[in-house]
């Protein structure tokens, strides 16, 4: 058994006994306490799943098994010549809670190209038949989904395997569904944009940058910016539309292609992964309506004013859970000040920044005034030439693929049941208020 599959079945084996004594000694202990609201309003701060991978602090924001992103940056294994960290060793590092050391990194780099070489034709048909106008988060799930012919999950749980080897057969399917990934995504891109006209992959490249190649992007700092990008994207602890997606669809052993591409659907929305094209497509909106490529901060302000008066979000600002700037804005930021300082569109979006929080934050209501992971990412990719800005989900769920598989992983290893909460009707909550109905008590 290849290194990092023993490593994992290793961790989860430990983890494994210890969370069965943790449910034998302490299994009724509370952990809090539900409201009424908090039923009406999307489940907020109800702590209702495990998740591994990686953890979210409200002030802090994200860590990776512990691990903030700047410390990914300095600890985890780099390409030749490179300072950003390989996505590689995040996906080792969810899965195991080891940081991997240059030739783990290099080994799964070549164990992805490999398993990434055989993508069956169908794929690639299926994305063509669609029209031409169809979405490219659309083509990315129906690419996953002609994909599911390849589960091994599939085939073995037809065959009657033991639910003790559940997790095995779900590693196999994730490893070769994150090793596909860039080339369907890649395949929608230049399938959509570029004429048909698709890039041989560069299997001696890491999977990042690998990825910025069969793009067609092949500067040394793009590559750089595709390996950031994978990275913190991947994963946002487990209640956030796109992790809870796979981890519910999972939980009724759909495998890994039916639960990513449920998972995808998701990040497909607006308020979540969609966020990134908005946030271009509202700049440029804003740009055009002022007139100017480089508007003043009382333009800007001016401008959301406007947007909020008709009643629509500011794309890349807000977060359900973050309640200070997103440290994965503030590494992006850095990417620009050290690659592209003085790119207009870049300037404009830390005008942004500089103009929306104090709005924001006038308006009681919203919770969190300061920018997502959505408000930097579509400028860098612009300045690179990358245009489409409604190709930009795409590259975030290539990204998100690797912690929700990873998690899908570590749910089937350690046995996670149906997941199935209770619901209620309002006739049970107004009975219940009046006193006639213990329905939940
Ligand atoms: N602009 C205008 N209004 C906003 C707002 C924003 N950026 N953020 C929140 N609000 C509003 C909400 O719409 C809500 O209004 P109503 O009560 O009238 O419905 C009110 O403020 C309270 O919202 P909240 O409690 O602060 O935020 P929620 O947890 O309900 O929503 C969202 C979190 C991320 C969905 C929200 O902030 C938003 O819509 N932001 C803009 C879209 C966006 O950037 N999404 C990406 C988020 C990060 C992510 O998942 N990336 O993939």
């Known amino acids: 058994m290849e290194k990092l599959k023993a490593l994992f079945k290793s961790k989860a084996d430990i983890l494994s006994a210890e969370i069965k004594d943790i449910i034998k000694d302490h299994g009724t ?9 908090q039923i009406y309003q999307g489940m907020r701060g109800i702590t209702g799943m495990i998740y591994e991978t990686s953890l979210l602090d409200s002030e802090e924001g994200i860590r990776f098994r512990g691990f903030t992103i700047p410390e990914l940056q300095q600890k985890l294994p780099h390409a030749k010549g490179g300072s950003e960290p390989l996505p590689e060793g995040l996906f080792w590092l969810m899965l195991t809670g080891e940081i991997p050391t240059q030739e783990d990194v290099e080994a799964l780099s070549r164990d992805w190209a490999e398993r990434g070489n055989t993508i069956p034709k169908h794929v690639f048909k299926t994305i063509d038949a ?18 599911q012919t390849e589960s091994i999950f599939v085939k073995k749980y037809a065959e009657g395997v033991n639910k003790k080897d559940y997790w095995g057969i779900t590693y196999e399917d994730s490893m070769n569904l994150i090793a596909r990934m860039p080339a369907v995504a890649s395949y929608v891109y230049r399938h959509k944009y570029k004429n048909g006209e698709n890039i041989s992959p560069d299997y001696s490249l890491d999977w990042a940058g690998n990825f910025a190649h069969m793009l067609g992007f092949d500067q040394v700092s793009f590559k750089e910016l595709m390996r950031i990008y994978m990275t913190i994207h991947a994963d946002h602890e487990g209640g956030n539309v796109s992790a809870h997606t796979t981890h519910l669809v999972g939980s009724a052993l759909s495998d890994a292609y039916l639960s990513l ?10 308020l979540h992964g969609l966020a990134n094209q908005e946030v271009i497509k509202w700049i440029k909106e804003m740009q055009k309506s002022i007139g100017s490529e480089t508007p003043t901060g009382e333009q800007i302000a001016e401008y959301v ?3 909020l008066a008709d009643g629509k979000v500011v794309p890349g600002y807000g977060h359900a859970v973050l309640r200070k700037t997103d440290p994965r804005f503030t590494a992006q930021q850095e990417f620009a000040k050290k690659h592209m300082p003085n790119d207009p569109l870049v300037n404009t979006v830390w005008k942004i920044y500089e103009t929306v929080p104090p709005i924001l934050q006038t308006k009681a209501k919203i919770k969190n005034p300061w920018p997502n992971v959505d408000a930097h990412s579509g400028a860098l990719l612009v300045h690179y030439g990358m245009k489409e800005y409604e190709y930009y989900t795409v590259l975030f769920g290539v990204s998100r693929a690797l912690g929700v598989l990873a998690s899908l992983c570590w749910s089937r290893a350690l046995g996670f049941p149906l997941e199935r909460p209770k619901s209620v009707t309002t006739e049970n909550v107004k009975a219940w208020l009046k006193g006639e109905d ?4």
């Open 29 to 37: 202990k509370k952990v809090g306490e539900v409201q009424l609201a």
């Open 130 to 147: 669609l029209p031409p106008e169809t979405h490219p988060m659309t083509l990315l799930v129906v690419g996953i989904m002609a994909l």
């Open 261 to 270: 591409a449920a998972g995808m659907n998701g990040l497909a929305g607006p």
């Open 305 to 307: 004013q406007k947007t």
């Open 438 to 441: 213990t329905i939940w008590e």
